[in-house]
């Protein structure tokens, strides 16, 4: 019996035996399904740190979020000139600019290269020469060597001017929500006065609540007017190039400046020698007719010759055109500036009296000869000539920069193909 028994456990280590032997000879299957391996992939890719790749040196700049919408930083004092000086140093608007202007030189010597290439084969004889080449060549060279610091003027008086714009229209929005803080004040002054004449039953509770209503609506206003004031902030110093909540403090003022000296006719007589408008349309009439050369022997009723004929139409229309067009823009810019000048006084003026009218309401209502809705009627009216007046500051200023731009080169730079 134990014989067998014995037997029998020398079977099973046997049988064990050669079990593990198989198993260690099965060569393991450790490749992964493709999807599989796609997912571990993602996995380890979504996991891993900037320190787990090898050879990344790259790091993610922080980025520091400002909590509110209060700016902050070291204060920026920052004046108009300043405000210049900063967008012609490193703004891209002035390196636009001086590329392009190194563009229009690099234009013009390519033409050059291209009349003295034609002038070797003029020279030599050869059957590809075309005068009409050389002519267009050269009409090309000199556009782009006369207009390229044209366009260059041009485009850092629109620079300066997007800068004048942004700057005094920011200012502009201060005084709007300083014009609305004040008016809050004169609200609460005569809630104060109000709620002390009911105690002394001098006026009814209606005109309690009716004041209280009235310094509700200031306190509205006063809101909406500092969240235009941040918004102007933001992209003021969006476009100054700064963090977008920097805190920047502007060091002028809105001040009323002279009406230009530059008489219309003067004004007139200096856009049509410079303006930019006049040289595009000259060069388009030279290049479109030098063009037709090209097609003068064709049939007259061929389409080519058409297409060119009518090409020179469109030229010379522009160019009559131009003179008119730009003369028009100066006259405009002229009558605009006259206008908005006439709306100064006129609002310097209307401030005046409304503010009188203001303070003699209030003291009439003092003496119980006036009514709660006369005082609020004649802060309304002096809340809202107050705010007219400094929009249209604004836009007078403005129009007077518009208007003696407009008797140079202008904004605008001119097309160099």
Known sequence: MKRIISTSLVLLLILGGISAAFAAEKPADNTASPSAVTSEAVAAADTATPAAVEGDTSTTPAVTVIPDMNFTGQEVKLSLEAAYKKMLADSPGAKLAELNRQSADGVAKGYGESVQTLKQMEKSGSWAYDSSNKEMA??????????????????????????LKNYYTLKELENQAK?????????EKL???TQLKFKL??????????????VNEAKDQLLAAENGLKTMKM???????YNLMQNVTLTDIIKEVPLSS????????????SRNEISEAAYGLQVANLAFKNYTAYPKNSSKYIKAQMDVLKAETGYKNAPLTVESDVRNKYMEMNQKYAAVQTGKKTVENAKETERLAQLQYDAGMATLSDVETAQ??????????SKT????????????????VGTTPALIP
């Open 138 to 163: 050269k009409a090309n060279r000199e556009y782009a060597t006369a207009q390229g610091p044209k366009n260059y003027e041009a485009e850092i008086n629109d620079l300066k001017t997007n800068t």
């Open 179 to 187: 014009i609305a803080k004040d008016n809050l004040a004169l609200k």
């Open 191 to 193: 809630l104060t006065n």
């Open 201 to 214: 039953g001098t006026v009814s509770k209606n005109d309690v609540l009716q004041a209280e209503i009235s």
């Open 235 to 241: 992209a003021f110093n969006q476009f100054m190039g």
């Open 262 to 273: 530059k008489s219309l006719a003067d004004s007139i007589k200096g856009a049509l020698a």
């Open 380 to 389: 309304l009216g002096y809340y809202n000539a107050q705010l007219t007046y």
């Open 393 to 408: 500051l604004l836009e007078y200023n403005l129009a007077v920069n518009d208007y003696e731009l407009s008797s140079g």
